[in-house]
């Protein structure tokens, strides 16, 4: 293990959020380490429980593919969830998805569209088009309201 990983592990041990997310990243990508999901999963735990945007969305991607964890959709939605209210856009987008198919949340127009708007308007053009998409099968009042919640959701932050 070089000197970088075993800074960072110190750092992470020590219960530095960012630290612990890096270190379960290369964990996750078996990079500099070998590949665990488990030991991944364990430091995204720690830096999700700590706040930590990255981590939550790593765990969100994990439950959502059924990696080192048995596929759990409801848990995935809480974490993209999580991540998605701190403003990642990664996350909105996720989330976004998972409202539109009804994977792990029941299916709902109108958040499918907030979570892809609030993505697209922090430069994601893939969540512009979905966004676009499923707004063709929404009713003006339910679009009224995505945006609505939208607005809100940027003025509260």
């Known amino acids: 293990m070089d000197d970088t990983i075993l800074e960072l592990r ?5 219960g530095n959020a960012v630290s612990q997310s890096k270190l379960g990243t290369l964990y996750y990508q078996g990079r500099g380490v070998p590949q665990d999901y488990l030991e991944a999963m ?9 706040g930590d945007a990255a981590a939550q969305l790593r765990l969100g991607f994990m439950y959502h ?3 080192g964890v048995l596929q759990d959709l ?13 403003g990642d856009a990664a996350a909105q987008f996720n989330l976004a998805v998972m409202y ?19 993505a697209a308007l922090q430069g994601n053009e893939e969540a512009a088009k979905n966004r676009d998409i499923i707004a063709k099968s929404m009713s003006f009042a339910q679009i009224q309201k995505a945006q609505e919640l939208a607005k809100n959701w940027q003025s509260s932050r």
């Open 10 to 14: 110190q750092a992470a041990a020590q």
């Open 42 to 50: 364990s430091w995204f735990q720690k830096a999700a429980a700590q």
């Open 65 to 67: 593919q059924g990696v």
């Open 74 to 86: 409801q848990t995935a939605a809480a974490w993209f969830k999580t991540a998605a209210e701190q």
């Open 100 to 118: 539109d198919d009804g994977e792990g949340v029941p299916q709902d127009p109108v958040q499918a569209h907030l979570w892809m708007n609030l």
